[in-house]
């Protein structure tokens, strides 16, 4: 009570830091008519002029209003665009060691060049840290001409780089790359025979975007460069065709159970167990194929890798699916990144997994690994002299940034408000009827012109959605970890009136859908154009982009709910963006894979019990 009085009267933490830091706003404010006075060269020669004084004593913190007001002047010069009031606040908050939560939409990866700047002027180098390469070399890219312009330099770490080029970009003042590449560099560095040989800087500043995933989701993942160990690939065949010859143990209360099978599976712990019969009959399937001697045991000490074995081709055949987990492409398992939805390319799960999954898949099975240097995200980026991140869905995780990485969260309040509708969840009985209501509802949206995002959880999904809709007649793109080349274009032209789209978790981070296309993308596709045919693609646009507004904005459907809440409301911000109209529902039915395992077939029971017709769904904002 006595706490609740008080956050009235003093406002609550968040509300007292962005109170302190809109003092510092308005001085960046008033300094905004000075800026302007300055010719190009003046205000390049500012970033000197900063280093000298840092140089001389000056603590970086007294820099902030005057190299804050340098961005946006510089911003409004290079790129037409001037930050906003609450992109200064974003830009104050990461510099504070602190996690910024902005809504999906205010424009993070402008927000960021003003910390990047501040703190590259100390010449130690920032790291900013995105979700994978395709955003790396995106926001680098983009980002390059304001920074050259201030005189600073701009690196781009991607793997497979040579060791020299790495050196090059690390030594510049502001590096753009993925987690996954700093953390296996910081390995090799550690491997290095010789200083020479090492490609980073000491670790300064991190600035890592959707820091939720990075820092919480892949927290504990480890990195790991490993060696060749043993090769056992024929073992892995051989016990490979064994499996199919299991029978899955399902639940007494389910519709398909048939007494005691061989094996039981957790799906919420991703874990498989052979039952007594199944023992049983692995025994005698592992003598018949002479693998093992008559009357041995399989939990017997001599055969511990026999069982390593069995336990990793049960896995690969019972929890790993592919188009869902991983794809084969060019005879090579490659897995799919669950946060994500993009290719792992070089990356293999360990524990001989990879291998069963190789066998099961029939391509050729590459050696086992044995570790040779490890390190998980969470003990990585702890080694950072100064921390922070971004991301539009942090709130949530506030307890896990304070307690792991000492970072406080502030909430950064919006540009404009939100004004998008978020729909309650429908729920089918069976998938083949959610499929059917998802299809009418984008012929619905789709013949008022509004665009339709939908998202999904899978490849496999993905293309289970775009074979309806093609058969529908109802054309569409696909963007999944299959035609990621394609993500640029695809997603720029997402958002034109009566579009369709389908994307797993690809489109959830990162990704911006303008209202009515991109004309930037129609611009560049042209060579040497025209004002007047820049002039002309503008108009049109905002033509389009004021339909798409008129017919509601951008539609969000999500075929499925993730486990992980912001994997949701990323995909969910994808809509709604800068005050835009928008709306979004997720439509679920009681075969999906997370009401499997948190919903029992009781549930389905009683819901046919209740008389629910096909086609009919439940609506209630419960269940969302």
């Not at 900063?50 to 790129?79: H, M, Q, T, Y």
């Not at 090059?168 to 590096?175: F, H, K, N, P, S």
């Not at 919480?216 to 024929?234: F, H, K, Q, V, W």
């Not at 899955?248 to 919420?268: I, L, M």
Request: with cysteine.
């Amino acid at each position: 009570m006595l706490i609740k009085l008080l956050t009235k009267v003093f406002g609550s933490r968040n509300d007292r830091t962005l109170r302190r830091m809109r003092k510092v706003v308005n001085i960046i404010n008033a300094m905004e008519p000075e800026m302007e006075k300055l010719s190009d060269e003046e205000l390049k020669g500012k970033t000197a002029e900063f280093r000298a004084r840092l140089e001389k004593g000056e603590v970086l913190e007294n820099l902030i209003p005057e190299a804050f007001a340098v961005v946006r002047e510089a911003s409004k010069r290079v790129f037409g665009m001037r930050h906003f009031d609450v992109q200064l606040l974003g830009g104050m908050v990461l510099n504070e060691r602190c996690i910024a939560e902005m809504r999906t939409g205010e424009g993070k990866t402008l927000t960021a060049t003003l910390p990047a700047y501040l703190n590259a002027l100390t010449g130690k180098g920032v790291h900013v840290v995105t979700v994978n390469d395709y955003l790396a070399q995106r926001d680098a890219e983009n980002n390059r001409p304001l920074f050259e312009f201030l005189g600073l330099t701009v690196g781009i770490n991607l793997p497979g780089m040579p060791a020299p080029a790495k050196r090059e970009a690390y030594a510049a003042d502001i590096t753009y790359g993925t987690n996954n590449e700093y953390g296996f560099d910081y390995l090799r560095d550690n491997m290095a025979f010789s200083p020479e040989e090492r490609v980073q800087r000491k670790l300064h500043y991190a600035l890592v975007d959707e820091v939720d995933s990075i820092l919480i989701d892949e927290a504990r993942t480890p990195l790991i460069i490993s060696g060749p160990a043993e090769d056992s690939s024929e073992m892995y065949k051989r016990v490979n065709k064994i499996i199919p010859h299991l029978i899955r143990q399902e639940k007494e209360d389910s519709e398909t159970f048939q007494g005691e099978g061989h094996f039981s599976v957790d799906e919420k712990s991703r874990q498989v167990n052979l039952t007594e019969r199944g023992l049983v009959l692995i025994e005698e399937l592992l003598v018949k194929e002479g693998i093992m001697d008559e009357g041995e045991s399989l939990y017997s000490p001599a055969n511990i890798m026999l069982m390593h074995h069995v336990t990793a081709a049960l896995r690969a055949h019972a929890l790993f699916t592919r188009d869902v987990d991983y794809i084969v492409k060019d005879g090579e398992v490659i897995i799919v990144d669950e946060h994500t939805g993009r290719t792992m390319q070089g990356r293999r799960w360990s524990d001989g997994l990879h291998q069963a999954v190789e066998a099961k898949e029939g391509v050729q099975i590459q050696n086992e690994n044995q570790t040779l240097a490890s390190i998980t995200f969470q003990n990585y980026f702890r080694l950072y002299e100064k921390l922070a991140g971004m991301t539009g869905t942090a709130d949530t995780e506030a307890f896990e940034f304070s307690s792991i990485y000492k970072l406080d969260t502030v909430v950064v309040p919006t540009n404009r408000p939100m004004i998008r509708k978020d729909l309650p969840d429908l729920v089918y009985m069976t998938e083949a009827e959610k499929i059917q209501a998802i299809i009418e509802d984008i012929k619905e949206r789709t013949a008022k012109g509004q665009p339709v995002l939908v998202g999904t959880i899978s490849i496999e999904k993905s293309e289970l959605v775009s074979n309806e809709l093609t058969k529908a007649g109802i054309k569409h793109n696909v963007l999944n970890a299959k035609f990621h080349a394609n993500e640029a274009a695809i997603v720029a032209q997402a958002g034109y009136p009566a579009a369709v789209t389908i994307a797993t978790n690809m489109a959830g981070r990162g990704t911006d859908i303008v209202l009515g296309g991109s004309w930037q993308a129609e611009v560049a596709a042209l060579e040497n154009p025209t004002a007047e045919q820049i002039e002309k693609i503008k108009a049109d646009w905002q033509v389009r982009h004021d339909a798409v507004l008129e017919a509601g904005g951008l539609h969000i459907i999500g075929t499925e709910r993730h486990e992980s809440r912001r994997i949701d409301n990323q995909l969910r911000g994808r809509s709604g963006r800068q005050g835009d109209a928008g709306s979004s529902r997720f439509y679920l039915s009681m075969e999906d894979a997370l009401m499997r395992i948190f919903a029992s077939d009781r549930v389905s029971g009683m819901m046919r019990k209740l008389g629910m017709k096909p086609g009919e769904a439940i609506e209630h904002p419960w269940v969302t």
